[in-house]
């Protein structure tokens, strides 16, 4: 399957989880700050995911689980050095370009981008073939 049309699936299925018009749904966009989405939002994300490409998504494998609430990975609001390379090894999907510029917790959904989306089920198609 070619970039472009996993591109088109992962934004079928963002159109229909967030109820977000299509033209919204650019790779650079943020599933939180762009388009809206919450967490129990991402739960509908990885099933429809799931569905569309007929492949299992374990849990914590494409958004990872209590990164953030770890003292170790984040102190003083600041996803720290050690956070930050923890959340590159669960996530290498991510993109990580506005965290890093200003990696303050509440900015660690805009790791999820549309881009960031359709890089993971890459990965996973690639590795299923």
């Not at 958004?63 to 090894?89: I, S, W």
Request: with cysteine; charged share 30%; aromatic share 8%.
């Amino acid at each position: 399957m070619e970039r472009n049309e996993i591109f088109q699936k992962v934004q079928e299925v963002l159109v229909d989880a967030l109820a977000v018009d299509e033209d919204e749904v650019t790779p650079e966009a943020s599933l939180t700050g762009d388009l809206g989405a919450e967490s129990i939002d991402f739960l509908d994300i990885v099933f429809k995911l799931e569905q569309a490409f007929g492949f299992k998504i374990e849990q914590g494998e494409l958004f990872p689980d209590n990164v953030t609430q770890n003292p170790e990975y984040v102190q003083g609001g600041r996803v720290t050095e050690t956070g930050m390379a923890e959340l590159k090894r669960r996530l290498p999907h991510g993109d990580f370009s506005r965290l890093e510029s200003d990696p303050q917790v509440t900015r660690v959904g805009e790791i999820f981008t549309v881009d960031a989306l359709v890089n993971f089920c890459e990965t996973k198609l690639q590795r299923a073939a």
